[in-house]
């Protein structure tokens, strides 16, 4: 298996942007996350999906970010329009089970608005 | 509300010596915990976990230690090599939350 895939690997674009990341869970996995890096906050849950549907999107930081999974091997989180503030490296994990299930990490991307 | 705190933001150890990371939280209710290690460029991969109903789970180098009473546990590495240098983190479930939650990180360094 090649793991959890995302793309781009880095992105870097201008404030009022939109961005799109992508993620791509491991075969079978029925729990996808999504999570934000920063040296400030640390690793930051954003959003988690159960089975395609979203569960907890408290960590969403606003309005400008959204994020879907029309299908168990593809999700997106998009960012309209994107901030300086936003620049961070995004993480999205898969799990078979939540909870205690171990968590599978994608290679994250590096995302830079300027 | 930090409910998983990782205190030390680094630690620099010799090789071959004992690396000791700590991790406390807060809530109760949490029944599991896991340490990941994450390189640079690289996503987070599962080390060890630990459920509550144990004080102690050993992995080759790697041992973690649970303290319920005192909210706190601590993986242990030994001895500790350059490949270990990394930075860990410490993260905890409980039965009703399908999530887990995350401590801060610290930076491990090995030095030769």
């Known amino acids: 298996d090649a793991g959890v895939i995302q793309s781009p690997r880095h992105e870097v674009t201008e404030m009022g942007q939109e961005v799109t990341l992508r993620c791509k869970p491991i075969s079978g996995h029925d729990y996808l996350f999504w999570y934000r890096q920063t040296m400030m906050r640390g690793l930051e849950l954003l959003i988690y999906?159960?089975?395609?549907?979203?569960?907890?999107d408290s960590g969403m930081p606003e309005d400008r970010f959204s994020a879907k999974m029309p299908n168990a091997s593809f999700s997106t989180l998009k960012i309209q329009p994107s901030e300086p503030r936003d620049s961070a490296v995004y993480f999205c994990?898969?799990?078979f089970g939540g909870g205690a299930s171990r968590q599978f990490f994608g290679p994250g991307t590096r995302l830079t608005v300027l | 509300d930090q409910q998983v705190k990782q205190n030390s933001p680094s630690l620099s150890v010799q090789e071959g010596r004992i690396s000791i990371l700590n991790c406390d939280y807060t809530?109760?209710?949490?029944?599991?915990f896991l340490w990941y290690k994450k390189y640079p460029a690289e996503g987070p991969t599962f080390l060890i976990s630990i459920s509550s109903i144990k004080d102690k789970n050993e992995d080759g180098r790697f041992t973690v230690f649970l303290n319920k009473s005192a909210k706190h546990l601590s993986l242990h590495i030994v001895p500790s090599q350059p490949g270990d240098s990394a930075v860990y983190f410490c993260?905890?479930?409980?039965?009703?939350?399908?999530?887990?939650?995350w401590g801060a990180g610290t930076k491990l360094i090995i030095k030769p």
């Open positions: 993260a905890a479930s409980d039965a009703s939350n399908y999530q887990l939650i």
């Open positions: 999906f159960n089975n395609n549907v979203p569960i907890d």
């Open positions: 809530n109760s209710m949490f029944d599991y």
């Open positions: 994990a898969s799990s």
